[in-house]
């Protein structure tokens, strides 16, 4: 189930931003051997330029079934979305035509340990956003099996 070597970094150049980057390699350098790195490596100090963009998501395994369980919903996804969604189900924050995505990507992640990227439309363009950007990481304590995902979400503003 642990992630494969060499891992490629998944966001296409025109999508990029640094705080990507940063996320990215911090995770990557937390990285032994090609394992997944543990939840617990997560420290707000070292995570300070992207805190507020991140979703720190439970995964509960009942047999087969995953549940995802969202352990923190970052200041500025909730100025995004308009709510905080801590201490909710994946299925509380996705909703409509992109809960089956949502919860396909986020199963995936959690069986492969494969990281992922998107860029996703929303309909909140009143709040002032068109869509966002996330990069989505997986971490095990075991370095194998994934139990928590963790999201860095980038709103895409709308044009002035």
Not at 27 to 34: A, K, P, Q
Not at 72 to 82: C, F, H, K, V
Not at 87 to 98: E, I, R, S
Request: net charge neutral.
């Amino acid at each position: 189930m642990g992630m494969a070597e060499g891992t490629d970094y998944p966001v296409p150049g025109d999508e990029d931003d640094p705080r990507f980057r940063f996320f990215w390699d911090f995770w990557n350098s937390r990285r032994t051997d090609g394992r997944l790195p543990p939840r617990a490596i997560l420290d707000p100090l070292d995570l300070r330029p992207v805190l507020g963009n991140l979703n720190i998501i439970a995964v509960e395994r009942d047999g087969d079934r995953l549940h995802f369980v969202y352990r923190l919903w970052g200041t500025r996804i909730a100025a995004i979305y308009g709510c905080d969604l801590t201490g909710k189900y994946l299925g509380d924050a996705a909703t409509g035509d992109g809960q089956p995505a949502a919860r396909a990507v986020h199963e995936e992640v959690a069986r492969t340990g494969r990281p992922h990227y998107w860029r996703r439309p929303l309909p909140l363009a009143h709040r002032g956003y068109v869509g966002y950007r996330r990069l989505l990481l997986p971490f095990a304590k075991d370095g194998e099996t994934v139990d928590h995902l963790v999201a860095l979400l980038i709103g895409d503003e709308v044009p002035r």
